[in-house]
């Protein structure tokens, strides 16, 4: 039985291994991308004096505040907007390939055949989405750190790390909004768009409400406010920030797989 349980994961996993191989390259070149310019705007004061011209309202919202530094440079070409949101859609598309679609391709029903609860097949493909979003975040923090030491841009780690931890259990929230919504209507099309969506209007809701004084507190609504609204690639990180995503989204996981064990499955 504990081997039957174990395939619950490592059959999901073998299956997202090619996707989760892509996204970890395609975030590592992203990140190779950008580091290697930094040389040419290390200690720019002209790009820095220009952006200081736009509105502090307008700096806050796109992360462009001390462009010309470490933290500044990385936060507005990375860590702001773009890995943030390939994080998410990293997460999205493992969880909803592994549910939704497969429930709707008729994947599932050699697994549901199996003397097993349905919630462990979805539980099972839950942690193999955890595991596979793990392994993107690990080549990315590798690339980032070998890519800094190449191109001399000195970051602290114990701010680089906090700050793509974070970018990862943005992944997760999100991710698990996903993993709930396919266990309750397992549509991929739908499972993709709120997942994805969601975090773009999270995105704007801090983005656009910094501009009025009587929306800005509204802003610490949104999750991307939860996680980056302390700078954390320049100040240490609260704790509350991790619980803050990692608490919602495991509550997320629970309403989902309540969820899928009270509707009936989809024929393949």
């Known amino acids: 039985m504990n081997s039957q349980r174990f395939e619950l994961v490592t059959g999901p996993l073998r299956s997202m291994r090619r996707a989760i191989a892509w996204w970890s390259a395609g975030m590592a070149a992203l990140v190779a991308g950008t580091v290697i310019f930094w040389p040419i705007f290390k200690g720019s004061t002209g ?7 736009l509105p502090p309202t307008v700096l806050t919202a796109f992360g462009l505040q001390d462009f010309g530094s470490p933290a500044g440079y990385l936060r507005a070409n990375l860590y702001e907007i773009v890995v943030p949101i390939l994080f998410v859609a990293t997460a999205v598309t493992l969880v909803g390939g592994q549910t939704a679609s497969d429930e709707a391709a008729g994947r599932l029903e050699l697994y549901l055949a199996q003397p097993v609860r349905r919630e462990a097949v979805y539980l099972g493909r839950a942690i193999a989405a955890l595991i596979g979003l793990a392994v993107v975040t690990l080549a990315l923090l590798v690339v980032q750190i070998v890519m800094d030491a190449v191109v001399d841009l000195p970051i602290d780690l114990g701010f680089l790390l906090p700050t793509v931890l974070l970018c990862a259990f943005v992944g997760v929230f999100y991710g698990s909004i996903a993993f709930a919504v396919a266990c309750a209507r397992p549509r991929p099309s739908v499972v993709m768009a709120v997942g994805i969506e969601l975090a773009v209007l999270s995105y704007l809701i801090v983005a656009m409400f910094s501009f009025s004084t009587v929306l800005q507190p509204w802003s610490q609504l949104s999750p991307w406010s939860w996680a980056f609204a302390g700078d954390p690639l320049q100040t240490a990180t609260d704790l509350w920030r991790y619980g803050a995503l ?6 997320l996981v629970l309403i989902g797989l309540r969820a899928v064990a009270h509707r009936d499955i989809a024929a393949g």
């Open 47 to 53: 790009i820095t004096d220009a952006l200081n011209h």
């Open 246 to 251: 990692v608490v919602p989204s495991i509550a």
